[in-house]
């Protein structure tokens, strides 16, 4: 969208993409200059892992294995990252989310496990309300960190994946944390295809933040998930990614999974209780 449309057709873009309600907008030095956030209500939410976003299914037990390279210093080395939806449940802000297992591997050792908290509105679109991240070493736990949480210290949380984006829909904040806040844009929607196969409708998007836009491309596949990543002008690891495999877990594959995420969620919210609600996680057994 060019910077001299008038503002009514951007309120109306805006409405279009983001109707659960009014949307605010703040200015850039950058471009695109004017980012559009979602007001947040308790109220619009539903049951992730019934609802289901067409860009990014919550549904327990699907795996998407990813391969490619990272930039460590300035060596491309290669690297997997396995992505499971688990059954594991938190409430953040009086809202039930999903959370969302990223298992790192770099040369056959783990070198991060990461949790996302993923909630899903009325329409379809699915927010991210916290995340965690641990660091591994020689295939050992080190440390956990880059935790947030919605509510907390100025913390918000936004529309990760919208589930009706479109050419005409306006540049997004996807949530705030730490000092900046992470947004993204429409880009295109293509047949892609990956090792794993083809897709014929991928909705392709521009992430990055807002001193940073064009970090990365993601590519959605519908019905699917995430199948690949771009790197842009403003990485910084220059990571790729693109799917390789994507199942559906045993029963025994997904309790595995959820325990895992529920190892990472404690530690979390041992080493940083201000950022975790007192009821704890649970698997839903679904």
């Known amino acids: 969208?060019?910077?001299?449309?008038?503002?009514?057709?951007?309120?109306?873009?805006?409405?279009?993409?983001?109707?659960?309600?009014?949307?605010?907008?703040?200015?850039?030095?950058?471009?695109?200059?004017?980012y559009y956030r979602t007001p947040f209500r308790a109220s619009d939410f539903v049951d992730p892992i019934t609802a289901g976003n067409r860009w990014f299914p919550l549904t327990p037990g699907t795996q998407l294995v990813k391969q490619g390279t990272t930039l460590i210093g300035n060596r491309k080395v290669p690297y997997e990252v396995i992505t499971t939806v688990t059954d594991v449940v938190r409430r953040i802000?009086?809202?039930?989310?999903v959370l969302v297992y990223d298992y790192e591997l770099g040369i056959g050792q783990v070198t991060q496990r990461s949790l996302d908290y993923l909630a899903q509105d009325r329409l379809g679109n699915l927010w991210v309300m916290g995340g965690a991240t641990e660091s591994w070493e020689a295939g050992r736990f080190v440390e956990v960190g880059d935790v947030w949480m919605s509510g907390v210290d100025r913390a918000r949380a936004g529309i990760l994946v919208p589930n009706n984006l479109t050419?005409?829909?306006?540049?997004?904040?996807i949530a705030r944390h730490g000092r900046e806040e992470s947004v993204s844009k429409f880009v295109?929607?293509?047949r892609v295809c990956v090792p794993f196969g083809c897709f014929p409708t991928v909705m392709v998007t521009r992430e990055g933040t807002t001193t940073g836009p064009d970090n990365e491309y993601k590519y959605f596949a519908e019905g699917i998930g995430q199948i690949r990543n771009q790197p842009r002008r403003d990485?910084?690891?220059?990571d790729t990614e693109?799917?390789?495999?994507?199942v559906r877990l045993s029963h025994a594959g997904l309790a595995a999974a959820s325990a895992d995420a529920l190892q990472?969620?404690?530690?979390?919210?041992?080493a940083f209780p201000r950022?975790?609600?007192t009821r704890t996680a649970r698997r839903v057994h679904s």
Do not use: W
């Open 1 to 34: 969208m060019t910077r001299n449309r008038k503002s009514l057709l951007l309120a109306l873009v805006c409405a279009a993409l983001l109707p659960l309600g009014a949307c605010s907008f703040r200015s850039q030095k950058s471009t695109p200059t004017r």
């Open 93 to 97: 802000e009086g809202v039930s989310t």
């Open 167 to 173: 050419a005409s829909s306006p540049p997004f904040v």
């Open 188 to 190: 295109a929607k293509e």
């Open 235 to 238: 990485s910084r690891h220059d």
């Open 242 to 246: 693109l799917l390789i495999n994507a």
């Open 264 to 270: 990472i969620d404690r530690r979390a919210a041992e």
């Open 275 to 277: 950022f975790y609600p």
